[in-house]
């Protein structure tokens, strides 16, 4: 759970993450570079021996989905509240639409295995049902719904429909691991990473696996734009704030701007 809580935070009330441009606890850039290497014990922060033992993930069977804790974290909805349009509810907000993706870019970039619970690619909302008379926090959201036979962890489809753009997110960055070995089988020693000055939830690294040359930028800041220098050549964008894929979005060279809570991935033409 170390990168889950790193990530997004330890509780969305007064835990927040990188993802939110927040340190909570014993988490510091150093250990969110650990996590990008497979949060191995050679860092002196992580728990694993090799990166294929580390199972990476932002959310599972247990706490709050990935999506309410960012709808928790900015304040959207609070923890005790009734939640009577469950439509509402569910469809993304611009800016939790960036933090899901933003948290998933860094997710699926990072050595080690990949895990995605149910619904997570669409920002599954679990909110218990007002039909439960008999539930004291009906109407709210469930931050571990593991005693519920009921709606509450139902797939409901027609949220996925209505967040598309997070899914296509998803999506694409499978398709992007899946394509290039780099994200799957990268050693520690062919990341390097790239200095970002005057931003402490910056971070950028350069990946070389065999012919493969990859840039990967994140800016976790919630106000301040990062601009950041390439290194020399061409660089293909494949992953941006709006998409993510194996197809180049646009060519660049020389400099990048990296806006608020976002992130990079560029392919070396």
Known sequence: DQ????IKGENPNNGHGWIFGSWYGNNSPQRIK?????????DSLGLFQKPEHAVNYLESHDGY???????????????????????????????????????ALFLFTS????????????????????????????????HNSYDKDNEVNYINYNHAKMNQDLWDYYKGLIELRKEFQSFRRAK??????????????????????D??????????????????????????????????????????????????SSGFVLKKK
């Open 111 to 142: 050595r080690g295995i990949t895990m995605i619970h149910s619904g997570q690619e669409f920002a599954r909302s679990k909110v218990l049902p007002l039909t439960n008379q008999n539930d004291p926090h009906r109407g709210m959201i469930d």
């Open 188 to 209: 520690y020693d062919d990341v390097e990473f790239i200095s970002v000055k005057d931003n402490d939830f910056a971070l950028g690294y350069e990946l070389n696996y």
């Open 34 to 42: 650990s996590y990008v290497t497979g949060t191995l014990t050679k």
């Open 211 to 260: 012919d493969e040359n990859f840039v990967v930028l994140f800016n976790a800041h919630p106000l301040k734009e990062v601009v950041c220098a390439l290194p020399k050549g061409k660089w293909e964008v494949l992953v941006d704030s709006d998409k993510a894929g194996i197809k180049a979005i646009e060519t660049l060279s020389g400099i990048i701007t990296i806006p608020t």
């Open 65 to 103: 989905t990935f999506g309410d804790f960012i709808r928790l974290g900015l304040g959207d909805v609070k923890p005790d509240e009734v939640i009577k349009d469950i439509e509402k509810n569910a469809k993304l907000t611009p800016t939790q639409l960036k933090l899901n993706k933003l948290g």
């Open 3 to 6: 990168i889950r809580n790193g």
